[in-house]
Structures are given as structure tokens and as C-alpha cells.
């Protein structure tokens, strides 16, 4: 099954929804940062929900960050995503392995925690990005996506996010789905998104029935609604960095710092959060990066 988000609308009713199967973008950022499998399941929530966020957003260049910090043993964690809900991110403690909880799920809840904040950022190319911000509620990612959405947006939402890991540690299966009510929709309406996301359960369960798509799971959900695909494209877990953009990033550290790092160590090594590449940066090319930095 090949990643993809998928949208559609709902043509008797003022309800949107886009869903997305996820499984080799969170396969990509576990090889990439070795998570075990509580981080792997918590990082690739958060990537799967920014890459919804980010597949609504307008205008070329604009991209959206999610950060959870809320206090657990697995530390903060950041996804980001392009306007094609390509995706990349990363946790601070991925290596963390906690029990599994008592019906036999990843305790996500306990690895992120519940104290503290989820952190929208919407970078649209303006003068001052926009910055949402929410408490946590569980700690479990969906449930604190619904409430940023309801308070910071102002927009009725449900939210389903699964990552099933194998035996083995890779992912399984991995998948989500936002539906939101647009203006308009009447209690009927919220009645019937509430069955149906009721009847579909869990979305790590529905993601391993044979020939369960990201559109096959939009209308089991919405089933009591007359729907229409309006998208679908594929996603990727994708890192920008290069080699000059980390070469900008040493210049924008100044004269002063970057002087102290040639003094003190002769070369740098940098390495992306995103995807781990390591940049390695001679003496002689850190005095050419010193040249073109400010006071």
C-alpha cells in the first residue's frame, strides 16, 4: 500500500476529510533515527498529522511544524511538513522503551506526557508565521490535535492516528484521518461523523483488512454520506538540508562564534535533526564561511 493522502468532500452535507496511510514515511523516520517502538509510534502520529496539515495549506514555500513537549520521559518531538504533505521530524529520546500498557497498545500517552503544550506553527511566506498553541490532554497526539483545532481554529474535528510495529520493530501498518465540520453543519451531521467514526474503530485495526486504503477508510467513516474524492497524491518522509544551507546556517552564527569554533576545534561537524547526514567542514572552509559572516 503506497503512502497518499487522499481528500474528499461530502456532497450532501458541510463536512471535509482527508486520510493518509502512512506506513513506509514512519518506516523511513525509524531506520533514520533507530526509535524503538514507543518513539516509532509517537513520531510517526506526529508526522502523519503535520503531513495532513500541511497537504491544506496554500502557497508555495509555506510549510507547518507540530511540537508536543509535554514533560514525558520521551522528550519533545518536532514534524514539519511542505505544502505536498511531505514530511520530516524528529524525537529528542528515541531510544526510550517503556511497558506496554495493559490492553496490549504502546503507551504513547505516558512517553510524551501530559504536562505541557502542542505548538502549531504555520509558516505562510508573511511577514510573521502563525503560532497556535494548546495543553495537552493525553499525551497521545489525536486527542491534542482535536483540541488545537477546536480551540485555536475553531473548527470541529476528528482525529485518528495508528502506528502498528511488528515483532520485529519495523511498521506494520500506519495511518490517520482528519474529518472536520465546515459552517453549517447541523447536530444531524455531527451525529452521523460520530457513528461512523465509532463504527470504523481504531485505525491500526481497520489499516490491516485487506484492501483498507486511505479512501477505503474515508468511506467506512463517512458512510452515511454521499462523498466525493476532490485529491490524492502520494507523501514521503523528505529532508531539504544540504550542504550550503548548513554552510548559511555557521554564517548566520556570527563573526565572534564562529571564530571560537576555528580557534577551538579547527573543523565542524554538523548534523541534520531531520535525517541525520553528517556535514563536515575543514579549517580552511570554515575561514571561507567566516568571511562572508557579519559582526
Known amino acids: ?43 510517526g502520529r506526529a508526522l502523519m498529522a503535520v503531513s495532513l496539515m500541511g497537504d491544506q495549506l496554500k502557497g508555495e514555500g509555506s510549510s507547518v511544524t507540530l511540537r508536543l513537549k509535554g514533560g514525558g520521559p520521551l522528550g519533545s518531538i518536532t514534524a514539519v511538513s511542505d505544502t505536498e504533505g511531505n514530511v520530516r521530524g524528529y524525537v529528542q529520546n528515541g ?69 502498528l510495529v511488528d515483532t520485529d520493530q519495523s511498521v506494520l501498518r500506519a495511518g490517520g484521518y482528519l474529518i472536520q465540520l465546515l459552517p453549517g453543519a447541523a447536530d444531524a451531521d455531527i451525529d452521523k461523523v460520530e457513528a461512523g467514526v465509532k463504527r470504523l474503530g481504531a485505525v491500526t485495526n481497520a489499516l490491516v483488512v485487506p484492501g483498507m486504503d486511505a479512501e477505503t477508510l ?4 463517512l458512510s452515511d454520506f454521499e462523498v466525493e474524492v476532490v485529491g490524492r497524491h502520494p507523501v514521503a518522509y523528505k529532508c531539504y538540508c544540504s550542504r550550503e544551507r548548513v554552510a548559511q546556517a555557521l554564517v548566520s552564527m556570527g563573526r565572534e562564534e564562529l571564530s571560537a569554533v576555528i580557534a577551538e576545534q579547527g573543523s565542524a561537524e554538523v548534523a541534520c535533526q531531520f535525517c541525520d547526514k553528517v556535514y563536515r567542514f575543514d579549517r580552511a572552509e570554515l575561514e571561507a564561511l567566516l568571511e562572508r559572516a557579519s559582526h
Open 218 to 221: 474515508l468511506r467506512e467513516a
Open 1 to 43: 500500500m503506497a503512502d497518499e493522502i487522499v481528500r474528499i468532500l461530502c456532497k450532501n452535507a458541510p463536512v471535509k476529510a482527508a486520510a493518509i496511510t502512512g506506513r513506509t514515511l514512519v518506516e523511513t523516520a525509524r531506520t533514520t533515527h533507530r526509535t524503538l517502538p514507543v518513539a516509532t509510534a509517537a513520531l
Open 95 to 163: 531510544a526510550l522503551d517503556l511497558p506496554i500498557r495493559g490492553d496490549g497498545k504502546l503507551d504513547v500517552g505516558r512517553a510524551v506526557g501530559r504536562d505541557g503544550t502542542l505548538t502549531v506553527i504555520k509558516d505562510l511566506d508573511l511577514k510573521e508565521p502563525y503560532v497556535g498553541m494548546v495543553p495537552l490532554v493525553s499525551g497521545e497526539i489525536a486527542e491534542d490535535l482535536t483540541e488545537y483545532f477546536a480551540v485555536s481554529e475553531q473548527i470541529p474535528t476528528a482525529c485518528a492516528l495508528g502506528v
